[in-house]
C-alpha cells in the first residue's frame, strides 16, 4: 500500500490525513475561516506521529472541488507547495466523488452527492460505487426552479430507477427543494451518519485507488474543480467597470 498525505477544505471544515499501512490517521478543524492556520501543522503532528518525513510519501492528494473557492486554493496551494518541495506528483480528487466513500457497501446502483453552493444553489453529481462519474461532467450546479426536472431527467437518460438511487450529503436534509425532490421521485436518503461533510479520510482512499491506476500528475498541472467559473468572471467584469 502507498504512503498518500490528503488534503480536503472544500467546506466550513478542514482536515489532513496520512494513509499508510492500511490504516488512515486524520486530523480535523471545525473553525470556519482558519485553514490556513491548520493544514500545514496537522501535516507536521501526522508526519511525526508516523516518524516519517515528507520524503517518505509516495503522493499528495487533495480535493480540488466544487466547494468554497478560498478554502479549495488554500489546500491546493499547500499540497502544490509541498508536492513541489518533495518532487512528488500530485493526485486531483473531486469533492463530490470523495462523498460516495462513506457509502461504498451499499447496494446502491448510483450514488447523488449534495453540496449546498449558497445563493439558492448546490453542486450535485451522480457517481457509481467506484468514485467514477456516470454524466458527463463531475460536478453540476443545480438551482430551486430546475433541480427536480434535472435530477428526473439524469435518472431517465440513465435507466436507473430511483428506488435503486442512494442520495448522499447534508444538503438533501436542509434544502427544501433538494428534499422534496427526493421525496417526489423516491430516492433513498443516505443514513445520518454516513452524512457527514466531505474528508481527507475519503479523498485518500479514492487517492490510494488512483495511485494504483497510475493516476496521478505533476503538480503544475493540477487546478481546481469550480463549477462557479462564469459568475467570479461576471464579478471581476463588473469591479473593472466601476
Request: charged share 20%; net charge negative.
Amino acid at each position: 500500500m502507498s504512503t498518500i498525505l490528503a488534503f480536503e477544505a472544500s467546506g466550513e471544515k478542514c482536515s489532513v490525513s496520512l494513509s499508510m499501512n492500511h490504516e488512515t490517521k486524520t486530523l480535523v478543524s471545525d473553525q470556519p475561516r482558519a485553514h490556513a492556520t491548520h493544514l500545514l501543522p496537522f501535516t507536521e503532528q501526522l508526519l511525526a506521529e508516523h516518524q516519517c518525513v515528507l520524503a517518505d510519501v509516495d503522493a499528495i492528494a487533495c480535493a480540488i472541488g466544487p466547494g468554497s473557492f478560498t478554502g479549495l486554493r488554500i489546500a491546493l496551494s499547500v499540497a502544490q507547495g509541498l508536492a513541489y518541495a518533495s518532487d512528488k506528483p500530485v493526485i486531483a480528487v473531486n469533492s463530490l466523488a470523495a462523498m460516495t466513500v462513506p457509502v461504498k457497501e451499499s447496494a446502491a446502483a448510483l450514488v447523488l452527492p449534495l453540496v449546498d453552493a449558497r445563493m439558492d444553489e448546490v453542486y450535485w453529481g451522480a457517481y457509481s460505487l467506484e468514485g467514477q462519474s456516470c454524466i458527463e461532467k463531475n460536478a453540476l450546479m443545480g438551482t430551486r426552479e430546475g433541480f427536480e426536472r434535472e435530477l428526473q431527467a439524469l435518472l431517465e437518460r440513465l435507466a436507473v430507477d430511483a428506488s435503486h438511487v442512494l442520495a448522499t450529503g447534508q444538503a438533501w436534509q436542509s434544502i427544501d427543494y433538494a428534499k422534496s425532490a427526493a421525496q417526489v421521485l423516491g430516492v433513498h436518503l443516505a443514513e445520518e451518519d454516513t452524512q457527514d461533510e466531505v474528508s481527507a479520510a475519503y479523498v485518500a482512499s479514492l487517492a490510494q485507488a488512483a495511485w494504483r491506476k497510475g493516476d496521478y500528475v505533476s503538480p503544475q498541472k493540477v487546478d481546481l474543480y469550480y463549477c462557479r467559473d462564469s459568475i467570479a468572471w461576471n464579478k471581476r467584469t463588473r469591479i473593472r467597470a466601476s
